[in-house]
């Protein structure tokens, strides 16, 4: 082989083996600063979920020899937001959420390099509207709910049209509900609480009208925003994450209502009431029946890629999801989690120690 041949295999060459050296070092670098950067659990999301996840993270702190996770309450939105930045110590392991995560928020994991997510349902919550024990016990409609809280709704002279929401006193929608001012106190657009209120119980209560119901089919962004919109003239007060803030402020005001998870009514149950909703309330055994209307599933995610990497993330799985916890007896069903059925809690236990990516949403 002439040797000016010679030269240019022989430069290729060292060019590819720098290559690979490059990227060998990187990845052992990588593995380096995630294995040795930190060495707790870090925890972002949902408001509704922070409560069942701390009782977690400290009896796992307590019985392993683990640390006890970190976590933040930051809403589920805003967890997955965060979730999803990227890999690497600086980014959150795992993230609750009161809703399922969203197909724009796996395409964002997946432009940040995260592509392996697992899915663990951990049980299901009822969302309340409750008030102070000190005012009269409401008793709504998801229809009479959507009138009271969306911008737009359908003119009151019965036409098929929608108007600027009139809507003052609850008695102005029902004469015979209370001749009070309409106040609801609720958590912000990040909260997963915030978008399942928005689809069960909103959406829920503006497809009673089927004309409203019949614009799905033409356009759904045109019926969203219909149906999950909330009005911004006052009525409805974003009072944040927080919601034992929100249970502190209806004690305040007995007229106002409030609307965040299940558990929170159980915890505060000695204050604060359910109002009851299309003739039911929101108790353990109706909203573990599915008869209480305005439910949902609760759930965290976790970045498989970490698993390897920031030690206890299996074993905290191991005990989120073992009967002890989730179970029917459950020391979680005590603080007011609604357990799943035999099928469902054989498949998240099964994703959860297995490790078994999640393959979309269906």
């Known amino acids: ?45 949902s408001s509704t979920v922070y409560p069942f996840a701390t009782v977690v993270a400290e009896r796992f702190g307590r019985t392993s020899s683990f640390k006890t996770p970190v976590i933040e309450s930051t809403g589920s939105g805003g967890g997955l937001k965060l979730f999803c930045s990227g890999i690497g110590v600086q980014h959150p392991d795992i993230t609750n959420a009161s809703r399922r995560i969203k197909q724009s928020e796996i395409d964002n994991c997946a432009s940040n390099g995260i592509d392996e997510i697992i899915e663990v349902k951990i049980g299901y919550d009822g969302i309340v509207m409750a008030n102070s024990k000190k005012g009269e016990t409401f008793k709504l409609t998801r229809q009479q ?29 029902d004469k015979s509900l209370p001749n009070s001012k309409i106040e609801v106190l609720g958590p912000p657009p990040t909260s997963g609480t915030r978008d399942a209120f928005a689809e069960l119980a909103l959406e829920g209560g ?22 999950r919109s909330v009005r911004e003239d006052g009525v409805y007060i974003e009072a944040g994450e927080n919601d034992n ?59 498989n890629a970490h698993v390897s990497f920031i030690p206890g993330i299996k074993e905290y799985l191991r005990e989120f999801s073992s009967k002890r916890a989730v179970g029917d007896n459950g020391y979680l069903t005590d603080k ?14 099964s994703a959860a120690n ?6 979309g949403l269906n």
Do not use: H
């Open 1 to 45: 082989m002439p040797q000016k041949n010679l030269n240019i295999l022989g430069n290729k060459m060292k060019k590819i083996i720098t290559t690979l050296i490059t990227l060998i070092l990187t990845i052992g670098i990588s593995k380096s600063v995630l294995a040795e950067g930190r060495d707790t659990i870090k925890i972002v999301g």
């Open 145 to 173: 709910v959507f009138l009271a809280l969306a911008p737009m709704v359908p003119n009151p002279n019965g036409t098929q049209e929608l108007v600027d929401n009139p809507y003052i006193f609850w008695s102005d929608i």
């Open 206 to 227: 503006c497809k009673t009208f089927a004309w409203l119901k019949a614009i799905k089919s033409q356009d759904k962004n045109k019926y969203k925003a219909i149906c």
């Open 245 to 303: 803030l929100i249970v502190q402020k209806l004690n305040a005001n007995p007229k106002a209502l409030g609307v965040f998870g299940y558990s929170f009514l159980d915890q505060n149950s000695d204050s604060i009431q359910g109002s009851m909703i299309d003739g039911v309330l929101p108790e353990f055994e109706k909203i573990a029946q599915g008869d209480y209307p305005v439910s949902r599933p609760l759930f965290f995610y976790v970045k």
């Open 336 to 349: 007011g989690l609604i357990p799943l059925q035999n099928e469902e809690y054989k498949s998240m236990f």
């Open 354 to 359: 297995n490790l078994e990516p999640m393959r």
